[in-house]
């Protein structure tokens, strides 16, 4: 699954060059602090397409989806869907076919069972580049209030090589020269929900701060060196473009 991500780069870059006219000046960006712990329930950036325009546009949706035709909310809303069910399920296929979307971030947290604790690990590529997973959204009308709330959630598949060391599912990540195709009208692009190459990515283990969401700083992205990555184990956990090789140790994104 996807739980957490990384959302801190500026505007302009989370516009995954894609969007036109984003200015760091505007006072939505402003108003709006860098996620470093980004989770379910919360605002995050997300890329949509006017169907009838063609404009991109950076807008703010809560993670959880709740289809327009819910008369309540799901408890909780779905935050991930699977690649393999996605197009056939009630709750996803319609915004699956209509209402897809791109999740900009730096970077994504996923979890192993490590002497009797939950070790968080930031999974981003090694370059540093922000980088696009596949969504969905929806627009839905609270019957009580009359207000709108516009939701989203990732796609998720089978974990590549990398990731497949920690967790079996990982997120759907874009290749860049597949977003105009994503936020298109073709009804069902199967043929893109597929793990994206691990040679491209890289891993290292991070604070167990990262378990509880209230803690949303810099230092959460920090690499830790774990009991049993003495020596040459540390190497090949976090791979010979560890962050701490050619970033500065306090923001290896």
Same mark, same amino acid.
């Given at each position: 699954?996807?739980?957490?991500?990384?959302?801190?780069?500026?505007?302009?870059?989370?516009?995954?060059?894609?969007?036109?006219?984003?200015?760091?000046?505007?006072?939505?960006?402003?108003?709006?602090?860098?996620?470093?712990?980004?989770?379910?329930?919360?605002?995050?950036?997300?890329?949509?397409?006017?169907?009838?325009?063609?404009?991109?546009?950076?807008?703010?949706?809560?993670?959880?989806?709740?289809?327009?035709?819910?008369?309540?909310?799901?408890?909780?809303?779905?935050?991930?869907?699977?690649?393999?069910?996605?197009?056939?399920?009630?709750?996803?296929?319609?915004?699956?076919?209509? $209402?897809?979307?791109? +999740? *900009?971030?730096?970077?994504?947290?996923?979890?192993?069972?490590?002497? /009797?604790?939950?070790? &968080?690990? #930031?999974?981003?590529?090694?370059?540093?580049?922000?980088?696009?997973?596949?969504?969905?959204?929806?627009?839905?009308?609270?019957?009580?209030?009359?207000?709108?709330?516009?939701?989203?959630?990732?796609?998720?598949?089978?974990?590549?090589?990398?990731?497949?060391?920690?967790?079996?599912?990982?997120?759907?990540?874009?290749?860049?020269?597949?977003?105009?195709?994503?936020?298109?009208?073709?009804?069902?692009?199967?043929?893109?929900?597929?793990?994206?190459?691990?040679?491209?990515?890289?891993?290292?283990?991070?604070?167990?701060?990262?378990?509880?969401?209230?803690?949303?700083?810099?230092?959460?992205? $920090?690499?830790?060196? +774990? *009991?049993?990555?003495?020596?040459?184990?540390?190497?090949?956990?976090? /791979?010979?473009?560890? &962050?701490? #090789?050619?970033?500065?140790?306090?923001?290896?994104?």
């Amino acid at each position: 699954m996807c739980g957490r991500v990384v959302q801190a780069s500026p505007p302009d870059k989370l516009g995954l060059h894609i969007v036109e006219g984003l200015d760091p000046r505007d006072n939505r960006f402003g108003n709006v602090p860098p996620r470093y712990n980004g989770a379910p329930s919360q605002f995050l950036w997300v890329i949509r397409r006017n169907p009838e325009t063609g404009e991109r546009t950076l807008d703010l949706l809560r993670w959880g989806l709740v289809p327009s035709w819910c008369k309540d909310k799901p408890k909780p809303p779905p935050i991930n869907a699977k690649a393999e069910t996605v197009a056939k399920l009630p709750m996803f296929r319609q915004a699956y076919a209509k $209402r897809r979307c791109i +999740l *900009p971030i730096d970077g994504f947290f996923e979890w192993r069972a490590e002497r /009797g604790i939950k070790q &968080p690990y #930031a999974i981003a590529m090694k370059d540093r580049s922000p980088f696009g997973l596949a969504g969905l959204w929806e627009n839905w009308k609270d019957p009580a209030t009359g207000e709108w709330l516009r939701t989203f959630c990732v796609l998720t598949t089978e974990a590549n090589e990398l990731v497949a060391e920690i967790h079996d599912r990982m997120p759907v990540i874009l290749p860049t020269a597949s977003y105009d195709r994503w936020l298109g009208l073709e009804p069902d692009p199967r043929d893109m929900l597929k793990p994206f190459p691990a040679e491209l990515m890289t891993m290292w283990a991070v604070s167990t701060r990262v378990n509880t969401p209230k803690n949303d700083d810099e230092d959460l992205i $920090r690499p830790v060196q +774990l *009991p049993d990555q003495a020596g040459s184990n540390a190497d090949e956990v976090a /791979g010979a473009n560890h &962050p701490e #090789a050619d970033r500065k140790p306090a923001n290896p994104l």
